[in-house]
């Protein structure tokens, strides 16, 4: 994928046709708006190289990808306020460079890595994964990431180390929605260590073969696919090692609405709602949500012998 700016698009470099049609359009609407700023340079040559360069992952859907324009203007990033146009409308204020990612705790190296440096540690991967949202939608996001298990394996996490807590920035300077108490700040999630250690487990630095536009958590988020879509924290500055179960944001705010495993799952339904059925943004008939997001022969055995409903 080589889509950088507008000015070097070339239709033949970008399958599927459909994929191209869709961002030609947004190119078109966002000239002359606050969202043609998500298209905002890289800092650092060779990491835009890096980003060019990303191979296709076996473990993508064949699904195809949902319309750009709605992968970076119909987000849920709290920070920027609580409508969906919000963080495409609101994240340009957010500054990605400089940025360091602190990886901390129970791990014999602790360590602190520039964003770019960590965009050059290993090969990219475009992941192509299926996102649910525990609101009833869902989309099909082409990801530009590495494994988190690289990140992991570079900290050398220690035997007493079970979980991993993710934090988010806070900066109520560039991030207006910190100032309101709908969530505590900063946003925090979190996974057991097996979990995070997972292949499927990403940190995304990209998508659509780009830069990761700032409303979708610039410039690293996590991204889990078998889990509804607020385990993927965005923003991310902070990993730590941790002994216990992370008190996260959300089972803070709601704990009976939010558990911390939050695995994707049709047979438990939110207490407001079921989780049954999904509608895939850009559809009209809704989908049969899947177990664990459709990633059931991959992440099940993550989770055997546990009892999901008391665990959801
Ligand atoms: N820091 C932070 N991360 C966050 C959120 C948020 O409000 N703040 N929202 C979550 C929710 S509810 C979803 S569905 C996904 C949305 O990601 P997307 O906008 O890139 O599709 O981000 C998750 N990560
Ligand atoms: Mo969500």
Wanted: glycine share 6%; with cysteine; aromatic share 10%.
């Amino acid at each position: 994928m080589l889509i950088r700016n507008p000015a070097d698009l070339v239709p033949s470099e970008i399958t599927p046709r459909g994929v191209f049609d869709n961002r030609r359009e947004f190119l078109k609407a966002a000239a002359g708006t606050t969202l043609g700023l998500a298209l905002q340079p890289m800092s650092d040559a060779f990491a835009a190289e890096k980003l060019a360069a990303a191979t296709k992952s076996p473990f993508s859907t064949e699904e195809k990808p949902t319309a750009y324009k709605d992968v970076t203007g119909y987000n849920n990033f709290y920070e920027f306020g609580t409508d969906k146009s919000d963080p495409a409308e609101h994240a340009h204020t957010l500054r990605t460079r400089p940025w360091t990612i602190s990886v901390e705790g129970l791990v014999k190296q602790a360590k602190t890595f520039a964003i770019d440096d960590l965009i050059k540690l290993v090969p990219l991967e475009e992941r192509i994964y299926r996102m649910r949202c525990v609101e009833g939608w869902s989309m099909v996001i082409p990801w530009l990431g590495l494994p988190l298990a690289t990140l992991l394996k570079q900290v050398e996490p220690l035997g007493a180390a079970k979980y991993v807590e993710f934090i988010s920035a806070a900066d109520p300077k560039t991030m207006p929605g910190v100032s309101s108490r709908v969530l505590d700040w900063p946003y925090i999630e979190g996974l057991r260590l097996d979990e995070a250690q997972h292949p499927l487990s990403i940190l995304a630095v990209g998508l659509y073969g780009e830069v990761l536009p700032n409303q979708n958590g610039a410039p690293l988020r996590l991204v889990v696919p078998w889990k509804y879509g607020f385990k993927s924290g965005k923003s991310i500055v902070k990993i730590r090692l941790v002994e216990r179960e992370p008190q996260t944001s959300w089972v803070k705010a709601n704990a009976r609405e939010y558990g911390f495993y939050s695995n994707v799952n049709p047979e438990v339904d939110h207490p407001r709602w079921s989780q049954a059925t999904e509608r895939r943004i850009g559809e009209f008939i809704k989908r049969k949500t899947l177990p664990f997001n459709g990633y059931a022969d991959q992440v099940g055995k993550l989770y055997a012998g546990m009892d999901l409903k008391k665990y959801y």
